[in-house]
Each structure stands twice: as structure tokens, then as C-alpha cells.
């Protein structure tokens, strides 16, 4: 906090006070704006989800990178996790949810439907990705806490604005390819075998956006 000067015998004295703390505010300021490079770990969320898109969705240079996290140091009905760096934020959730054909025409009526492999899920209209993950194979501890037939995974940019939503726009892009990391790395941790998930990023049917 920029400390409140008193007034001096002498003006000129107090003068140089005040620039002295205005430099120093300045500085301080300077400092936590940030001008160092930001750097990402290679796997985030406790470690959970490879980081490969994540220095795409950041900007280059900013307040350092950190997590928040939530149910992630072992898997439970549902869990989050929060990733700042340079004044933005990633957002991941994992819950049980279910997993049928009625449900899919339900999810996918008003968004815009994705898909990786088999998995289905929809794209909102301020960006939100919602991957459902079938849970085909799975443990007995698995069984225990998922119910219902799947794992939902949903993902968000703060850099993935409303209203550039189309298949030119990068972060988008590194928004699907996060989306599909993160989908393939829970439902493994969540102790789903099967079905394998596609490669590459999630596909994202343009043709029957609302």
C-alpha cells in the first residue's frame, strides 16, 4: 500500500519523499504485473493432465503459473481444478454422470455437439467443452463411486471469448486439444480401461452449431 506522506517543514524534502514513493509504487506495480516468462509444468491438476496445449491458452509472460485444486489427489464423485498464470484461468471438473443415447439428445439439443471417439459431449455458447467419457471397464473400487456409466469432464478458457467462437479461432483450438488431454488422463485415473478414447484434439461438428 502506498504509504500516506506527511507534510514537511521543508517543501522541496517532502517532494523528494513523494517521487521516491511514487518510483517505489511504481516498481512494486511493475513487479506484479510481471514481466518474467511464465512457466508451466509439464502435467497439471496434481500432476493429473499432460500440459502440452496449456502455454497456448496462457499468455507468454505474466504472474507466475499455480493451482487450485479439489479432489485431485485421488479420485471421487467429482473434483476440480483451477490453473492461473498472467491474470487468466483454466478451468477442469470431473464428476460421475450418465451415459445413454436419451441423455445425449438431451446434453446436445441447444449446444454444439462434440465427439472423441466415443465419447460425446457438447460445446456451449460461451465455450465451455462438456466431454462424457464411457466407463466401460472398470475396477472395483471404480464401481464403488460410479454409478451411472460415465465420467463427465469439463473444461474452460478464460482466453475463449463468446463471441469468436468458429473453427478459425486458435485458442478454441488449443481449448479442444486440452479438453481431449484431459479426457484421456482422468478417465485412466479414474480407473476406466475401456473404451480406448481417440487421439488428437476433440472434434467439435460445426455443421449443427445452434
Known amino acids: 500500500m502506498t504509504p500516506s506522506w506527511k507534510r514537511g517543514r521543508v517543501w522541496g524534502a517532502g517532494l523528494a519523499l ?4 511514487a518510483g ?3 516498481v512494486v ?7 518474467e516468462a511464465i512457466e508451466i509444468p509439464a502435467r497439471v491438476c496434481h500432476g493429473r493432465i499432460s500440459a502440452e496445449s496449456v502455454p497456448s491458452l496462457f499468455p507468454a509472460s505474466g504472474e507466475k503459473f499455480r493451482e487450485y485444486l479439489k ?3 485421488e479420485a471421487k464423485e467429482s473434483g476440480s481444478c483451477h490453473l492461473w498464470a498472467g491474470k487468466e484461468v483454466i478451468f477442469v471438473e470431473y464428476r460421475e454422470a450418465p451415459f445413454s443415447e436419451s441423455h445425449r439428445k438431451k446434453v446436445q439439443r441447444f449446444d454444439t455437439p462434440v465427439t472423441l471417439g466415443d465419447a460425446w459431449g457438447y460445446m456451449t ?8 467419457l464411457p466407463c466401460t471397464t472398470k475396477s472395483g473400487a471404480v464401481e464403488s463411486r460410479l454409478k451411472v456409466g460415465a465420467v463427465a469432464v469439463t ?6 471469448v463468446d463471441t469468436e467462437l468458429n473453427e478459425a479461432n486458435k485458442k478454441l483450438q488449443a481449448l479442444a486439444e486440452f479438453a481431449a488431454e484431459a479426457g484421456r488422463d482422468l478417465h485412466g485415473w479414474y480407473g476406466c480401461e475401456g473404451p480406448k478414447l481417440a487421439d488428437g484434439p476433440v472434434s467439435i461438428d460445426w455443421s449443427k452449431r445452434p
Do not use: R, T
Open 18 to 21: 513523494l517521487l521516491v514513493g
Open 24 to 26: 517505489a509504487w511504481w
Open 29 to 35: 506495480d511493475e513487479q506484479e504485473s510481471g514481466d
Open 71 to 73: 479432489n485431485f489427489d
Open 125 to 132: 455458447e460461451s465455450g465451455w467443452i462438456d466431454l462424457y
Open 155 to 160: 473444461v474452460h478458457a478464460s482466453v475463449v
